[in-house]
């Protein structure tokens, strides 16, 4: 890895971390109402990110086949160019639920590798929730996206298409 | 070089549309419109996989008496239409293909603007010159 991209690299997650601050800053940090609100500002800053960017990164890709087609797409090409790894594991049951495991997420890796800090682990996944259901609605398919971490910094995704 | 050039969202209604001034534009709105039907049979015929081209470009769509249509789908689903005059037969695939191109880029320029809504009709300068530079040049 050249200086580039790691001033690259530290630069998003910098931004990110400033993100979260400031979005919490100006929320307030009391109750749990204000605590939703933020998230779901995180999650819609995501969305419009994720968005923008699938647009860029399938402009030079072959048209997907299916739904599975874009799930390995996002875990592999978006999760690369994003998060600079793959996806360490996706699973689904065929029935629209798809879970993403990354067992080393690069926006919390460099909290905690432990329980230490687990209750803020929320806010630091937000963004990239948005991120996944904003490219997959640009792609064309509805869904809810919600993360779990019990261990630091390993973290799931779970993805649940909205059939229309 | 291109009669009409169109921008078509995912739900099929039109983002962007410019045609020549000096013809009827209500004749492009149509042609374009009725395209779009075109589009969705490839699309899904597409899917069968029976020869697996899997192409953003659609190529021809069809040819009326003096135009022709071509179609190009990004994955995002917006479909770009254009309407080429038939009597230039000088336009080969491949530079059609290459303007479909350039369109997709400029599109996406679009896209990742903060100031652009996704879903809204496009507006952009920056966009209208890539479209003018693939346009007849009104005599």
């Known amino acids: 890895m050249n200086k580039q991209d790691m001033a690259d690299e530290a630069l ?5 971390n400033e993100v979260i601050s400031c979005v919490y800053k100006a929320g307030g940090d009391q109750g749990d109402a204000e605590n939703g609100k933020c998230i779901t500002k995180l999650e819609n800053m995501g969305f419009r990110v994720g968005q923008g960017l699938i647009e860029r990164f399938t402009k030079d890709t072959a048209r997907f086949k299916d739904e599975l087609d874009i799930m390995k797409f996002v875990c592999k090409d978006f999760w690369t160019t994003v998060f600079k790894k793959q996806i360490d594991n996706l699973r689904t049951n065929h029935q629209g639920i798809y879970v993403l495991q990354d067992n080393k997420f690069r926006l919390i890796t460099q909290m905690s590798a432990g329980k230490q800090y687990l209750e803020h ?12 259901r904003g490219g997959l609605s640009n792609l064309g398919i509805k869904s809810i996206v919600t993360a779990e971490v019990s261990v630091m910094p390993a973290c799931k995704f779970q993805v649940m298409i909205q059939k229309l | 070089m291109a009669v009409c050039v169109a921008v ?3 739900e099929n209604y039109p983002l962007y549309i410019r045609s020549t001034p000096t013809e009827n534009q209500l004749k492009f709105h149509y042609t374009v419109h009725t395209s779009l039907d075109v589009v969705d049979e490839k699309i899904s015929a597409m899917g069968k996989a029976v020869m697996d081209q899997r192409e953003l470009y659609l190529g021809l769509l069809y040819p009326t008496e003096d135009y ?23 336009l080969r695939d491949n530079e059609i293909r290459s303007m479909f191109r350039k369109l997709h880029n400029s599109y996406t320029d679009v896209m990742c603007n903060p100031f652009y809504n996704p879903g809204d009709p496009i507006q952009s300068r920056a966009f209208d010159n890539t479209v003018t530079s693939m346009m007849v040049p009104a005599c």
């Open chain 1, 12 to 16: 998003f997650l910098l931004l990110h």
């Open chain 1, 121 to 132: 682990a929320p806010k630091y996944l937000a963004f990239s929730c948005g991120l996944i």
């Open chain 2, 8 to 10: 078509i969202a995912k």
């Open chain 2, 68 to 90: 022709k249509v071509y179609g190009y789908v990004t994955n995002s689903k917006v479909k770009f239409v254009m309407v080429v005059d038939s009597s230039n037969t000088s």
